[in-house]
């Protein structure tokens, strides 16, 4: 939850008409997540393995975004599809809970959070490419469902 409260901060369009590359930044005030996860990972010489439910909650955080697309025509008329969006994330604040860690050794799995939320910085990079994927995912496909209605001369007018 929270990514469609996004600020964008800078647009850039290619002017060559065919190629149409956007490159845009923006901030991410705040996102919030809750799902399942599977570990098998190492951070500060530490292995953790778990699985169970993992909430979290980023803020502040900045990406940049490349977005490619090309003309489909449908029905006769040039739309703009996009392919997946090439995403990086700039972390910001981040905060980790996961359930089930160590669930035969509570004393581990405390000490284990507690790791994690010292170190969030260093989790967070772990669990980045997760996240932008998702994220690209979800920008992706709102963007073609824009894109969709338009015709291309609609939304790109030449004057």
């Known amino acids: 939850m929270g990514p469609s409260a996004f600020k964008l901060i800078e647009l850039k369009k290619n ?14 005030p705040h996102l919030y997540f809750k799902g399942d996860y599977d570990m098998d990972m190492n951070i500060l010489l530490l292995k953790y393995r778990g699985q169970g439910q993992i909430i979290g909650n980023f803020t502040n955080y900045d990406a940049e975004v490349v977005m490619k697309g090309h003309l489909k025509n449908i ?6 599809e996009f392919e997946r969006f090439d995403m990086r994330l ?10 089930n860690l160590f669930k035969d050794q509570p004393t581990l799995a405390k000490a284990t ?9 260093l989790f967070a990079n772990e669990v ?4 932008e994927n998702a994220l690209a995912d979800v920008f992706t496909d709102i963007a073609n469902k824009i894109t ?11 004057n």
Do not use: M, Q
């Open 15 to 28: 002017p060559i008409w065919p190629k149409n590359r956007f490159a845009f930044k923006f901030i991410l």
């Open 75 to 80: 029905g006769g008329s040039n739309h703009l």
């Open 128 to 131: 980045r490419p997760a996240i």
């Open 90 to 99: 700039n972390l910001g604040h981040s905060y980790f809970f996961l359930d």
């Open 148 to 158: 969709s209605r338009f015709t291309y001369e609609e939304l790109f007018p030449r």
């Open 113 to 121: 959070l507690d790791v994690i939320t010292d170190n969030s910085e």
